[in-house]
């Protein structure tokens, strides 16, 4: 069974910085996408930024510019470098996997880390 294991949430002042780390153990596959989720409270879970086995990215419009998604392949590991954060950023924060072609793929989660940004 794949598993993903979340890590770097926390408590953070507004226009402060937030690292976001999510390993994946079990059988990967070479086509995949790893991201990021994002659930507010009272709201419905919105993706935050995905990026495939290639490096190809993507990410919500309310995001870009202020955080980066990145991969050490070597260990199956995603990251969400958070910068400038606003309130509207918090929520608990999802990491998910996509095994396999987008088209194809089965989707795993992770169980979620919690990101407060205080005003």
């Known amino acids: 069974q794949v598993q993903l294991v979340e890590s770097g949430g926390g408590l953070v002042q507004a226009g402060g910085s937030l690292r976001l780390s999510c390993a994946a153990n079990?059988?990967?596959?070479?086509?995949?996408?790893m991201g990021w989720y994002r659930q507010a409270p009272g709201k419905q879970r919105e993706l935050v930024a995905t990026?495939?086995?290639?490096?190809?990215?993507n990410y919500a419009d309310s995001v870009k510019g202020r955080f980066t998604i990145s991969r050490d392949n070597a260990k199956n590991t995603v990251y969400l470098q958070m910068t400038s954060l606003e309130p509207e950023d918090r929520g608990v924060y999802y990491c998910?996997?996509?095994?396999?072609?987008?088209?194809?793929?089965?989707?795993?989660w992770g169980q979620g880390t919690q990101v407060t940004v205080s005003s």
């Open positions: 079990g059988n990967i596959f070479s086509i995949h996408t």
């Open positions: 990026q495939n086995n290639e490096g190809r990215t």
């Open positions: 998910k996997l996509r095994n396999g072609p987008d088209w194809a793929g089965r989707d795993y």
